[in-house]
């Protein structure tokens, strides 16, 4: 059974960063967060950056039963403890609260690792505990064995929690405990999709800064230019918060080495040892935003002293652990994250709810739905297969969906709204070879062909994310984008290699358009495998049960001629009537799942930068609705859903528009470049659903 560390306060700032640097050490991690002071949309990204599920569980540390049973569910071999209430000013306000959090809820973890028999934590101090170290000659850089005297109650709850910490070490000497006092924690992860989310008015320097640079606060006040420092500005130790995030990997190893027997208390300062003054930071920051920002300079703020710079050396050498990067690193960090995401993880066009099935608990089954109010047009889609749920304009559906995720996991889902993958459509004989080597997959289909990826596709499988943006499109439209990731292992259904798919959907007043990028990990044994990626929609613009009365117009009559038996191309194409072209409406006998040709002289297998090229609409008489399709692809399946056996859908209740590549192209020598990926190569497709 897997060991695991508890991350406590895992979806906040600090902690977020620190489990992203968990994994990618080789750590397997739990979160446990009540999200008082973060989001979840914090843990889908970290998720989306270490491309693996971790578990999360929404739960108050001050809830013991809750947290018991989290700690018995799993093998559990350390904790690391961020959770608390972290706000200095507000601290003083309403002290209660915060004993009550801190200590209250430290007190409750620590009894239920005494229950379970995990006696191994890191806790996160503050350099607070030192109180005003310049009280002291020569405790500048302030050492470890500096005298505590925290002067606000957030200060005295990590000076009481270290207490109760030495107190429980003392009485049961095996337990192991570090206890790291955190200098000021800046900038934020370099990929911009995790930092700080400061709900509110910040209370630090560089957030603050952050919000003037985007335009959300006026300006800056420097409080106090009369110190004794270079420039007059107070000096304090920052630390780029993914050095800081390190330093416990770096804890967590070293306590590794201690024997179970002997035990440890220690405290360790991360911080750099160089201090800065307001003004430093103030111009790093205006380098990385490219121009000065306003400021002004006010009246000494209480409490502030001239310095308090860390001295880290016990850490650098106990730990080996040293601050690699700069307060540049940092403010050009910190401006990515801000400029990528102006509000944090704040949305107001989009929400998510959980959308489970029976007995699930996970905070993968999750719903997330974009609203533009303007036009009464909204979206839902789901992590579970990475699936359009819905479509609604002016309270009309227009895609067929399950209200709940057990629909979507009934063996006669006929793929309502999914990502398809790894291999969309047939495959004959479920088999194929490439560079000499045979494969051989699933046989989902007539007891012959693999279809849709096999018996575990895509649309079995929770996509990781998503990472949601509000940006302007290329026409200065607003729109909101739903980035999802899902790694495919070697092996599954048969395919080889592991795969890395991302699926971003953008969503605008009226439009859906899904973007697909796949490629071969780095460390993928295989190098080679097909790739055939789409989306499964049904859709329906009569308003009525079925798509009968539907009028379909198609950019191309020509299609893959197929064999009887099993659906197979030829190799040769044939042309359906030109009604197709002009308009055909859809009579209950129209009856289609064919793969049309938009282009054949197309093999890319990036397809991206074609142009999106208008495929296929429909509409009709009475609903006045139309939906137009576009599509990168050079051929798209056109399905009439006439093998829809389910309990409250009529058969044909929609049509499904799959763009992609030729059927079974693996399989051919010339079509196989639209599909075959090799490591180093991207996969790459977009396509677009508009509705009038
Ligand atoms: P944060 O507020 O971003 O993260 C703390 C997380 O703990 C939040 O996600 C919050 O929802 C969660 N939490 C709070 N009370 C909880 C409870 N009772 N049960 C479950 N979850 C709870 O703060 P951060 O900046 O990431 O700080 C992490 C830790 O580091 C804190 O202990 C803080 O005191 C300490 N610290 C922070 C700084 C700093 O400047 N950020 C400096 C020194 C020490």
């Known amino acids: 059974m897997s060991e695991y560390i508890v991350v406590t306060g895992g979806a906040g700032y600090i902690g977020s960063h620190t489990v992203v640097e968990l994994i990618q050490h080789g750590y397997k991690v739990i979160i446990v967060d009540n999200l008082v002071n973060s989001s979840y949309d914090a843990v889908a990204r970290i998720e989306y950056i270490v491309k693996q599920p971790i578990p999360f569980f929404n739960v108050d540390l001050q809830n013991y039963d809750e947290l018991l049973k989290v700690f018995q569910s799993y093998n559990i071999k350390g904790v690391i403890h961020f959770a608390a209430l972290k706000a200095v000013g507000e601290s003083t306000q309403i002290p209660l609260e915060y004993y009550e959090n801190n200590v209250g809820g430290t007190m409750s973890l620590l009894k239920v690792m005494k229950k379970v028999g995990v006696k191994t934590i890191v806790f996160s101090s503050s350099a607070t505990v030192y109180g005003d170290a310049t009280r002291f000659e020569n405790m500048i850089p302030i050492p470890e064995h500096c005298p505590n005297d925290p002067t606000n109650p957030y200060g005295k709850t990590k000076y009481m929690i270290e207490n109760i910490l030495k107190d429980m070490q003392t009485a049961d000497s095996s337990w192991r405990t570090a206890i790291l006092r955190y200098f000021n924690p800046i900038g934020a992860h370099p990929s911009g999709l995790i ?166 608990t996970s905070y993968l089954s999750r719903l997330h739905t974009v609203k533009f109010s303007e036009t009464d047009f909204e979206v839902s889609i789901a992590n579970y297969g990475a699936l359009i749920q819905d479509i609604k304009k002016k309270g009309q559906s227009f895609v067929q969906g399950f209200s709940s995720l057990d629909g979507y996991k009934h063996p006669d889902n006929p793929f309502f709204g999914t990502s398809v993958g790894r291999v969309a459509n047939r495959i004959s004989n479920a088999s194929f070879s490439i560079d000499g080597k045979s494969y051989s997959l699933t046989k989902n289909e007539n007891g012959a062909t693999c279809l849709h990826g096999g018996n575990n596709g895509f649309d079995k499988n929770y996509f990781l994310g998503p990472v949601v943006k509000n940006i302007k499109d290329k026409d200065g439209q607003a729109a909101t984008t739903l980035d999802f990731v899902y790694v495919d292992k070697d092996g599954n259904d048969g395919f080889p290699a592991d795969l890395v798919t991302y699926v971003k959907y953008t969503i605008d007043k009226v439009s859906v358009s899904v973007e697909f990028e796949a490629s071969i990990a780095e460390d993928s044994k295989a190098d080679a495998t097909p790739v055939h990626l789409t989306n499964h929609s049904y859709f329906n613009v009569t308003n009525g049960p079925t798509i009968n009365g539907t009028t379909v117009k198609a950019i191309t009559n020509k299609y893959l001629e197929v064999d009887d038996k099993y659906y197979i191309p030829t190799g040769k194409v044939a042309e359906f009537p030109k009604e197709l072209i002009t308009g055909l409406q859809l009579g209950e006998s129209s009856s289609f799942d064919n793969c049309l040709v938009v282009d054949q002289s197309n093999w890319k297998l990036d397809t991206r930068n074609e142009p999106l090229r208008p495929i296929f609409e429909a509409s009709h008489e009475n609903s006045k609705a139309a939906i137009k399709f576009y599509s990168t692809d050079p051929a798209f399946q056109f399905y009439t859903g006439d093998g829809v056996s389910l309990e409250g859908y009529e058969n044909r209740c929609g049509f499904c528009i799959e763009p992609g590549r030729f059927t079974d192209a693996v399989n051919n020598a010339e079509w196989a470049k639209q599909v075959v990926l090799r490591k180093g190569e991207v996969y790459g497709s977009k396509l677009k659903y508009s509705f009038v």
């Open 195 to 360: 930092g700080e989310d400061p709900l509110g008015i910040p209370n630090n320097l560089l957030p603050y800064l952050a919000q003037v640079a985007i335009g959300r606060r006026e300006k800056l006040s420097v409080f106090g230019n009369d110190y004794k420092s270079h420039d007059g500005t107070p000096i304090r130790d920052y630390i780029h918060v993914v050095d800081l995030a390190k330093g416990h990997i770096a804890a967590l190893n070293y306590m590794q080495q201690i024997e179970e027997s002997k035990g440890l208390y220690r405290e360790w300062n991360l911080g750099t040892g160089k201090g800065s003054t307001v003004f430093d930071v103030y111009n790093a920051f205006c380098k990385a935003v490219g121009r000065q920002l306003p400021y002004e300079v006010v009246g000494r703020r209480a409490g502030d002293v001239v310095d308090l710079t860390a001295n880290p050396t016990r850490a650098n050498t106990e730990l080996k652990w040293k601050a690699e990067l700069s307060i540049e690193d940092s403010c050009r960090d910190l401006w990515r994250w801000t400029t990528e995401n102006p509000f944090g993880f704040q949305n107001d066009s989009y929400k998510w709810s959980l959308f489970q099935a029976k007995n699930d």
